[in-house]
């Protein structure tokens, strides 16, 4: 158990950084709530733009390559859309090709979010079903949740909010393990008991105070994870020296195209197709585009992954010679390269299943719990400091007063004898 001025002073700490980040923490709580089930609410609210018709009774197996060649064409055939930057591919029976379009801005600042144009096709009939800007800020069915996910990833704010809540997740870790630090109770039964234990009204004081202590001690683990895992995505060029200085990772650098030699791009299905052949276990769900300048990447998921979904697994392919040139298995990783792809799934909750999920969409509402009865606390501390100044002022007044009568007093007395 921590004593002394060593207490105080982790005290303060764990108080200043909660005042200054807290609001940070409680929206990026509160929107993690909702966006641990972006899929599904986001399919809730838009049916008509993110399920395929006719999917009834239909598995969920992946398209093959030339099937994903006919979605790319078929945009490609379409007046106003053109080659897409990147496609995403259908997962579940019912969902839909997911075309990206980055829109360049040559003008973008460090406050600036990046605006991507998504069309959505049909898996089966590969009929355009609508669009929306991903990354435009807005309340609508169609910009809810990705509006959502910006706001807990970047705050709106580009390059410099990415910074910010990659800064809050590390701070969000340091301050969850100064309370339990400060949780830390004597080495008896009956101290343990206390600290667990949750007392009082509602309303007062011991229950603010109890309720923070006990539920701290419960999410400890969780928001020191959430807030590691955070700053790991947001800043993994923080993260990646100090991984590497005690595990082996992979060069992570950009690879190029060969030279093309006067030869034509190979297209997306053979790029594809190549992929699946160096990893055939795979599931394709989604390809990046080649052109002169970079090679096609193909994200694969192979059982036994992590990560759902996308999976973790990544193909890079020479968009003239169709060469491999770059393969990063999830399953036979070196160990810094392991740990890096274990953050997503552990911040998201996938990693331990629906029970995971829940879970971190539970702790969501922790932040703002804390933050409503820690201020409870301070505040009334600070009442009560006020309460004894002023008590203490008065006090000093008094016996000022007292002091001054007294000399009063001696000196008409002094007066009289003379």
């Not at 190979?266 to 790029?271: D, K």
Request: proline share 5%.
């Amino acid at each position: 158990m921590l004593t002394g001025l060593l207490r105080a002073r982790l005290r303060d700490i764990h108080l200043y950084v909660s005042l200054v980040f807290g609001a940070i923490f409680v929206i990026a709580g509160l929107t993690g709530v909702v966006i641990a089930w972006t899929h599904e609410l986001d399919g809730a609210l838009n049916p008509g733009l993110l399920h395929s018709r006719g999917a009834e009774g239909k598995a969920d197996a992946a398209p093959s390559p030339a099937h994903a060649q006919a979605a790319v064409d078929r945009l490609a055939e379409a007046p106003g859309y053109g080659k897409p930057t990147m496609l995403m591919l259908p997962y579940e029976a019912d969902d839909v090709y997911v075309a990206w379009y980055r829109k360049p801005n040559k003008d973008k600042g460090s406050f600036d979010t990046d605006v991507s144009r998504q069309v959505m096709l049909d898996r089966y009939t590969l009929d355009i079903l609508g669009e929306r800007n991903y990354g435009e800020f807005g309340l609508s069915r169609e910009l809810l949740m990705p509006t959502l996910f910006l706001l807990h990833r970047y705050m709106f704010a580009g390059d410099v909010g990415k910074t910010v809540i990659g800064i809050a997740g590390l701070l969000l870790t340091i301050t969850s393990l100064l309370g339990f630090a400060l949780w830390w109770p004597k080495h008896t039964l009956a101290s343990l008991r206390k600290a667990l234990a949750v007392r009082g009204a509602v309303t007062s004081r011991q229950f603010n105070y109890s309720f923070h202590r006990s539920a701290g001690f419960f999410m400890t683990p969780v928001l020191a994870v959430l807030g590691f895992t955070g700053l790991a995505m947001n800043l993994p060029d923080w993260v990646r020296p100090v991984v590497g200085a005690v595990a082996t990772l992979e060069h992570n650098g950009k690879v190029a195209n060969g030279p093309d030699q006067g030869r034509k791009p190979i297209n997306v299905a053979a790029a594809m197709e190549v992929a699946q052949q160096r990893v055939p276990k795979g599931r394709l769900s989604r390809v990046s585009l080649g052109s002169a300048k970079a090679p096609y990447e193909i994200r694969l998921r192979q059982p036994g992954e992590i990560r759902e979904g996308d999976g973790s697994t990544r193909v890079s392919v020479d968009a003239f010679s169709g060469a491999v040139l770059r393969v990063r298995d999830p399953l036979n990783a070196a160990s810094g390269d392991t740990f890096m792809n274990w953050q997503f799934p552990l911040h998201t909750g996938e990693a331990f299943g629906m029970a995971g999920r829940v879970l971190v969409s539970f702790s969501g509402l922790a932040p703002l719990a804390f933050m409503v009865t820690g201020l409870v606390l301070w505040l009334g501390r600070r009442a009560m400091h006020r309460k004894a100044r002023a008590v203490a002022a008065k006090a000093s007044i008094k016996e000022a007063k007292k002091v001054a009568k007294r000399s009063q007093m001696h000196h008409t007395e002094s007066c009289e004898n003379v």
